[in-house]
């Protein structure tokens, strides 16, 4: 399944207070794509809002968890891609929570997959922005961006927009550095019920959605230029 048909750049990271930042090929930093959504976001206040409701120590106790968690699917899933052992998870809870969403994700979640061209790819724009996508192939036969997430609650599609904008900032960096034509996103979710969900970005919604990423990206070039250098 896996075609090595790019050269994917290997990344610098450097980190900053405002966020991760990348070194692009002129020896500048740019900001990961992560940074940009999570510095623009409207909804860090409903964010403090719940941390303030459970308390500092359960928020922190929920984020690690779902850290965590994420981390080791998204490694197994590599690894069950590149034809490796994928079943090294901790002998907790957490580990075992992994493990059964791994499974549930090999067993209907990879399915629409027919081609991989690499995992954990590097994408860097010089002097805009940088950032790794969990996955880039087809889907059914469509040049896609895959991303693959874990979660508490399977997500309505409306509370995901910078899930998709992230798959549009990535897919937009490809299309430029290797002369693609990539115009789908696609989001893979299973949560802590072992529910799948598929969400997809058909051509005419990332059309907007990349108009939506790029007025972010102004946005925080302009707020953060001078914390940047």
Known sequence: MITNIYNYPELIRKDKDIGRFYIDSNENLVPSVTTVLSRTSKKSDSI?????????????????????IGSMVHEALENYLYGKDWENFSDDNDGMMAKKITQKFIEVGLNSISEVWGLEVGLILDGLYAGTADCIGKINGISTIIDFKTARRIKKREWIEDYFLQCCAYANAHNVMFGTQINQATILMVDRDLIFREFTVNPKEFDHLTKLWKRRLIEFHKKFNNDIS
Do not use: F, H, L, P
């Open 48 to 68: 403090k809002e719940w941390r303030n409701r459970v308390g500092e120590e359960e928020a922190d106790r929920i984020t690690k968890q779902s850290t965590d």
